[in-house]
């Protein structure tokens, strides 16, 4: 099985900030990667797939690039509704997500 | 619009069975397959497996064999996820989802999640 090995598992951060996620898969996986919003209590929301694909109706803060084995969420400017988990899932084979990233406010 | 609503939640004692439902609207059920992830309290997100909605064909992920099964109502445009003899680590919030509709394998669509507690 493929795993997916993400980066930070929580971080604080402030209104206004970069905020970078990292997610590496254990083999080269080509683009598919996705990337899923979740805050508490509410299923998982897709913001970015194929890698880099930007789902309809995400703000545009919202980025993701890689390709291979290292993928990046970027958000440019945390906003206030940020502050939630993100998680990184691998759709090469089968399906794997990475461990999860909280952002808190610092 | 596209929806999937699940049934609520459930309380059961160890070695117990549970059925969750998921029932989809709003799109042609045979054309996506049905996935299911599990969240355990404070934990990150697993995938259990998907079904076929055309065939009904189930695939297990490993680690999830053996007391899960998936099975299908297509009368009913409604997945299920049957897990037998519970135990306390089940206890979890369990999620459908489906593709998108261009068909890329990433899930838009989640069902609203069902809570499983496993409690004697």
């Known amino acids: 099985d493929i795993q997916m090995t993400q980066s930070p598992s929580s971080m604080s951060a402030s209104v206004g900030d970069r905020v970078t996620i990292t997610c590496r898969a254990s083999?080269?996986?080509?683009?598919?990667v996705n990337w899923y919003q979740q805050k508490p209590g509410k299923a998982p929301k897709l913001l970015i797939y194929?890698?880099?694909s930007l789902q309809s109706g995400v703000p545009s803060r919202f980025s993701g690039s890689g390709s291979g084995t290292d993928f990046t969420l970027t958000i440019s400017s945390l906003q206030p509704e940020d502050f939630a988990s993100y998680h990184c899932?691998?759709?090469?084979?089968?399906?794997?997500f990475g461990q999860g990233t909280r952002v808190e406010i610092k | 619009q596209v929806q999937l609503v699940q049934s609520g939640s459930e309380l059961k004692k160890p070695g117990a069975s549970v059925k969750v439902s998921c029932k989809a609207s709003?799109?042609?059920?045979?054309?996506?397959?049905i996935n299911w992830v599990r969240q355990a309290p404070g934990q990150g997100l697993e995938w259990m497996g998907w079904?076929?909605?055309?065939?009904?064909?189930?695939t297990y992920a490993q680690g999830f064999t053996g007391r899960i099964v998936f099975s299908l109502d297509t009368s009913v445009t409604t997945a299920y996820l049957q897990i037998s003899s519970l135990k306390v680590e089940d206890t979890a919030v369990y999620y459908c989802?489906?593709?998108?509709?261009?068909?890329?394998?990433?899930?838009?669509?989640w069902g609203q999640g069902t809570l499983v507690t496993v409690s004697s």
């Open positions: 194929a890698a880099s």
């Open positions: 989802a489906r593709d998108l509709s261009n068909s890329w394998p990433a899930w838009e669509y």
């Open positions: 709003g799109y042609t059920f045979s054309r996506h397959a």
């Open positions: 899932q691998q759709s090469y084979t089968t399906r794997t």
């Open positions: 079904i076929d909605t055309n065939t009904g064909n189930p």
């Open positions: 083999q080269s996986i080509s683009n598919y």
